[in-house]
């Protein structure tokens, strides 16, 4: 039971870590390689089980702090994590897939959606560029439009509505 309060003392670390880098990613455009909030919602109700799973060594005192701790930050990321979870669920507007584009060489694949916030917030498209697994990087945004006219300068370079969004220099273009 003494290693399973310092596995769930490194995962709710980890997870602690991973949850404040998705917030950096989102604020700032970039790569987001973190799994969905739902599923670090998952992993947190694991790490808090593990935690629960160390007070059953009930003679070693450093192994019952490590247990609280850990208890007590899982708990509070699982608050923070349903707060996360059921705000973008009711805010986050609808996204409707416009249309999916390749590079000319098949390297890059971008989606972009129609995004509509309805009474609290305006419509517009944005568009994604894949990557590996759900990685995804915004890479286009732009408001008060409902359509998109694209087309690819070259391998990784893509003009919409006007706009050059250069993929190899990792460039995104948010239009307001």
Do not use: C
């Not at 991973?18 to 670090?40: D, E, G, H, Q, R």
């Not at 509509?116 to 439009?145: C, N, R, T």
């Not at 087309?151 to 006007?162: A, Y």
Request: proline share 2%; net charge positive; aromatic share 14%.
């Amino acid at each position: 039971m003494k290693k399973m309060s310092w596995i769930s003392l490194f995962f709710i670390l980890f997870l602690y870590i991973i949850t404040f880098y998705s917030a950096y990613s989102n604020m700032n455009n970039k790569w987001l390689v973190i799994p969905p909030n739902y599923v670090i919602l998952l992993f947190s109700i694991v790490a808090l089980t593990l935690a629960i799973l160390g007070f059953k060594d009930k003679f070693n005192k450093s192994v019952k702090l490590r247990s609280w701790i850990s208890t007590v930050l899982s708990t509070i990321l699982i608050l923070i994590m349903i707060v996360v979870v059921s705000f973008t669920t009711m805010f986050s507007g609808s996204k409707e897939l416009l249309t999916t584009t390749q590079s000319p060489d098949k390297q890059y694949t971008i989606n972009f959606y129609k995004t509509d916030a309805g009474a609290m917030g305006s419509y517009g498209v944005i568009g994604e560029l894949e990557g590996p697994l759900w990685f995804k990087k915004l890479i286009y945004s732009q408001h008060k439009v409902d359509q998109i006219d694209l087309k690819w300068d070259n391998n990784h370079t893509v003009l919409i509505n006007d706009h050059k969004v250069n993929l190899m220099q990792g460039e995104s273009s948010i239009v307001q």
